[in-house]
């Protein structure tokens, strides 16, 4: 009796896929094989596509190289392997790994920086993150975060907050009588204020119309409940 024998080949693993969207293409790079594997199926890719006109319109791609961090040499060989088909071009080349330079930066700008001191008139304090301020900002004083500014004392200069676009940023003091106050690009001049002792424990934040609130300072777990990053309690 003869025996049959069924030979199944084995499918070649695909490194390189890519998908289109209504704003372009996505191209997706397998963050495990070799790099010089990866170049050479994205250049047999291209070349095979039948979609991909010599003669149409640009077309904006979008690489995610995973878990993979391409150097910029790397990175330069990717875009001019896609450039060699003229209507394609990459627009970002976006990773899950963030290189030592970006991880320093976002510890900066999320970790919360301590003072105790006074603020005087013609001095400025900076933060990269949050300011969380022991002490007192007098008039002509200014203090300026990229985060959120919390003041135990009084305000009674100039604070800016989320100076770098943070539009969730609130400013808060124990004595709320500024200059001026601002977050990102809005800003609001306080009038003079008769009886100090009413505006204590404030909070200055902007709604979801884009304008500068004041609020009781008991009341920011409600505006921003995301500044909260202990869990459990009562």
């Known amino acids: 009796m003869g025996i049959e024998v069924n030979t199944v080949k084995a499918q070649k693993k695909q490194h390189v896929t890519i998908k289109g969207t209504k704003d372009g293409l996505t191209l997706y790079l397998d963050d495990e094989c070799s790099y010089e594997t990866l170049i050479l199926e994205l250049e047999e890719m291209l070349s095979s596509k039948q979609y991909v006109q010599e003669n149409g319109p640009l077309i904006g791609v979008i690489v995610k190289s995973g878990r ?62 949050d300011l969380l301020l022991i002490g007192d900002v007098n008039p002509g004083g200014t203090v300026i975060a990229n985060g959120s500014i919390y003041i135990l004392g009084a305000l009674r200069g100039t604070a800016h907050a989320g ?36 505006h204590g424990m404030e909070c200055v934040y902007i709604d979801e119309e884009g304008q500068m609130k004041h609020d009781r300072l008991q009341n920011v777990m409600h505006i921003r409940p995301d500044l909260t990053t202990l869990e459990g309690g009562m």
């Not at 676009?165 to 609001?188: D, F, K, Y």
């Open 163 to 198: 100076c770098s676009g943070n539009t969730r940023a609130i400013i808060a003091a124990s004595v709320m009588a500024p200059a001026q106050l601002r977050i990102h690009e809005s800003h609001s001049q306080s009038p003079e204020r008769v009886r100090e002792e009413e």
């Open 68 to 129: 993979r961090l391409l150097t910029d040499d790397q990175e330069q060989t990717v875009k001019t392997v896609i450039r060699k088909k003229k209507t394609l071009f990459v627009e970002t080349i976006e990773s899950d790994v963030m290189t030592k330079a970006e991880a320093m930066k976002l510890k900066k700008e999320t970790e919360v920086a301590k003072a105790a001191r006074i603020v005087r008139s013609g001095q400025v304090l900076r933060a990269e993150g």
